[in-house]
């Protein structure tokens, strides 16, 4: 596919500088793009790239094209289009040039393991050695691929994606078009023991899990059932690889959860939280809305909403990084402390040798 | 189902006040639960969430019924179960009203793959899309749910689950009653290789694992085969989602490891040690029984029988309190040391100005 | 099987102290050999533990044979051979009393699913429900064992090995005897996102993963594609279980990276970089070659060729050695500096007393 630099530009809304002819094969990152590619430049600070770039054209916003101009660094030979929104503009263009693959044509394998009164939607797929437990229920046009599981009474929404070898197990409820990731595992059983007699006995975890619209679902990630009632992640939120979700767990719309993270029993997050990478939060505490934790940190209190907090205890994050300065030298404060107990140690002799103690009359 | 609160108080041996007559149709959390629910109350601290709650029944101890009657907030029109141990008691109900789901059928589904020289159990099921290879041992009773696979001369002990997808290699042996959740792998290589001319040669790992009765490990995990010898885990011991155990680990019996939790290569866990979430544990030390280490801790030492440890590095844990609370404030005590420096500059000026330094004779 | 332990000294070029004619019927470590067992001494200073084996034979240096007779330690009975190298002695003996299990026969399982377009090398093996998508290539000899799925458009070279349950997403290329364990994905969607009136959508990962040489990697870790060009995993390279490689990731050759480490999206790890247990890189940074970083680092910043790092932040590790000893007495110079602002304001007291304030002329 080729599109010039003036077709891309009328499609995408843009203002062309230099050779609208321009023929683009491609796209690719600012720093290894080859002619014949289109790139993009979202933050002014990096202007200077442009120069360097190999690129044939480059979309960029009015900020960096009048600072390019204005230190003299437009490349000759390279096309510009200049947008509001250099990213969203280069994704679309992305987007065109990489269309997604077609979704698999609709049917059900004659090697997948189709259960009783299951009910499929319009356009389903379900792929070779894929397994649909009795009473679940897919809808209109969701696709399964190879070798994944869906349990029992499941009712997936229309136009989800169940990636290869991937578990949701029985009586969870998906929305909308969700889509799980290879080898992740919705619905196991959440670790829940009861202490009798110095055994743990395990408490039956009878609850189920209710995933909203729109949700994304790494891999190789574990949502738990809850013990009673539901384990739910609203709608919009998107989390990574390798994520632990544990029973009863809620989280609100539109939330962010980076790779490795671990959330424990009974936690809830309100909207638009964000949660970067292998973070630890403990169960039964509140994650406020719009609250946003550093990576590696560990969050043993509750989070007010739209704060922002980092590290093992977690703090406001203003405070953490106070606290990680102090740390960095605390080798030299230590140092300090020694010198000035020698310091005051001279002093106090000093002054028992040259000041009369007063008299206790 | 419903039953009576006269009937359950029989079954549970619990004493009644209130209407014995009162029917239950289901179990719930104590904030969650609607009319016609029973719930329970285990802390007596939180009585006051007796008098809020919409359940129709609640199981509670006589020390928090008396702080009900004291404080006047038996709440008109529930039903109390008064019992020794009502977390326990809410347990009995909660399986009453929900039933393990029914074991699946014994069979091998036509679209299993068994290999040669396999022995099986009376009423064994393996599922579809399943794979057992060639003199593999399934106790009686043993479930292997679609997907699974079980390796070559692997024995699994009487009645164990082995849950979708879930794979178990060769030389292997559980006991009896281990439930293995999906996505989790026993008996991958171990983590080892030797340096040979900058290059990292393969070391082979002929050992196995071995899991004692009654162990239950989560989804995701990965339990490494030993270099040599056995990876072991102790009987009773639970198991959190994504937990890596590397080869020659061993764990004693009944320990409590949540998840994202790692330990090395060839440390051994004593009886009943708890490592909460996200911890890791390096190689060749010992953690003693009774042991306890706090989420996200970093444990680099062998840790005493019955000690409780936090941190990383990790320390006892008054100590490491001690330590966040030092932290939490050590930005004020670096303004303390240099306030301290000043006035010690202060003092000493003072005092050279004032005092006559002793006359060196 | 058994061999002589002359046999074993010829074969491995060593020297024998004692008796050549003991036989040897298998290998241990040190602690745990029995009789008719072979074991190794690699590190001179646990000589102590060569007088307690009960195996009948060791593999030594020529350094702890020179100690063990200076100490008289060694043990009656017990034959000796004298090697530069004992530990990869050891592996080799190792190797030959458990030799690596037969390949699987070649040949393409009936209930394996092979798409349209394949190319499959000679001697391929491909197991009982495996899938193959259309146009995927297999070099001579790779073999797939059961329920593993590679996607469209991949390619594997020769003599790779896919364990069960393993997936490949499309369009991903494996070199030379690359091997993936069990639960591992390679291929996923790297997480992107692009914020559109207050929600999250999604940027295409159009991208793919390219894996070197001699890869490994271990059980259930996750591997994202690029969202453009190559995520990339040198030659050489091994990875223990459970770890994350984000999107457009670069890992050069002979890496070694333990069990739950997660690499965020861009970041760029140059050869012989090893990363130990559960450490953290953030995204768009160079880890130089021959870096180490220990466990549990928190790593964000670049961090320079041959340098050791740990700690969250990372501080190169002498610091943050000192830093974890000052941290460790923390509580105890809170103290002191209390202790100090007593002192001083005791002091400042008397001088109040006792001097007279310089006058104001």
Chains 1, 2, 3 share one sequence.
Not at 175 to 188: E, F, M, N, W, Y
Not at 297 to 325: E, F, M, N
Request: net charge negative; hydrophobic share 40%; with cysteine.
């Amino acid at each position: 596919m080729t599109r010039t630099v003036a077709e891309l530009a009328a499609l995408l809304g843009a203002r062309v500088e230099g050779d609208g002819g321009t023929v683009i094969e491609g796209v690719a990152p600012i720093d290894t793009a080859s002619p014949g590619e289109l790139t993009f430049l979202a933050n002014p600070r990096y202007t200077d790239r442009v120069k360097d770039t190999r690129a044939s054209a480059v979309i960029i916003s009015s900020a960096a094209d009048t600072a390019l101009h204005e230190r003299d660094l437009v490349p000759p030979g390279v096309a510009l289009l200049v947008h509001d929104d250099p990213y969203y503009a280069f994704l679309r263009v992305l987007t065109l040039f990489h269309p997604a693959p077609p979704a698999p044509p609709p049917g059900i394998d004659p090697r997948a393991t189709v259960g009783k009164r299951v009910q499929l939607g319009d356009g389903v797929h379900v792929g070779t050695h894929c397994v649909i437990d009795d009473d679940a229920v897919l809808g209109k046009g969701t696709v399964m691929l190879a070798g994944s599981f869906v349990g029992a009474k499941t009712v997936l929404g229309p136009e989800c994606l169940i990636g290869p070898n991937t578990t949701v197990l029985r009586e969870c409820t998906l929305g909308a078009r969700v889509r799980i990731h290879p080898g992740t595992v919705i619905g196991s059983d959440g670790f829940g023991y009861a202490p009798v007699g110095g055994k743990h006995e395990k408490i039956p975890q009878v609850g189920g899990v209710t995933i909203g619209d729109d949700v994304e679902i790494g891999a190789g990630c574990t949502v738990d059932r809850a013990t009673m009632g539901q384990t739910t992640i609203g709608s919009g939120t998107k989390i990574d690889n390798l994520v632990q979700i544990a029973h009863n767990v809620q989280i609100g719309e539109d939330c962010i959860i980076i790779a490795q993270t671990a959330i424990a029993g009974s936690t809830k997050l309100g909207d638009h939280v964000t949660l970067a990478g292998q973070v630890g939060i403990v169960g039964h505490i509140e994650i406020g809305s719009g609250a946003t934790v550093g990576a590696q940190s560990g969050v043993g209190k509750s989070i007010p909403p739209g704060t922002i907090w980092l590290g093992t205890p977690a703090h406001d994050i203003g405070h953490q990084r106070r606290i990680y300065a102090a740390i960095s030298s605390l080798p030299d404060h230590v140092k300090t402390i020694r010198a000035l107990e020698k310091r005051i140690a001279a002093l106090e002799e000093q002054l028992a040798v040259h000041i009369v103690p007063p008299a206790q009359s």
